[in-house]
């Protein structure tokens, strides 16, 4: 099954006071992903939105390997490694050509949005995220 791909460019308002991209740009990076694999299952946020539920995050955690800096341009991969009727676990990959430089992973679930509850998912609805899950290595 294909991992979900994007590049981003590295602007200055990303570099920190030690001259490389700070972590919250990490996290900020993986929001993005998580928006282009919605839109890639057919569920944009505005569209689950008004279907009255949307994505809330549990979990996130990040291992960097390598500093990022102004001029870089970055690969981003994003899967799920785990899918679940309540939550999933979204992993990513942070490239510089093609040397891997972070990774990351991410649970999240779905939320009703009137009630503040977990949504579970319906086998359907799950069936939209299966292109994008990859077991766990």
Known sequence: MPKLSYEVPIYTFH?????HVNNIVYVQWMEVGRHHLLEAVGWPINVIAQQGFGPVLVETSISYRKPLLIGDRVQINIWLSKLSQASAWAEFEFFKGQELVAQGKQRGLFVDL?????KRLQAEERDRFLPYVIAAE
């Open 15 to 19: 570099i920190d006071a030690m001259g």
């Open 114 to 118: 009137a009630s503040n509850r977990p």
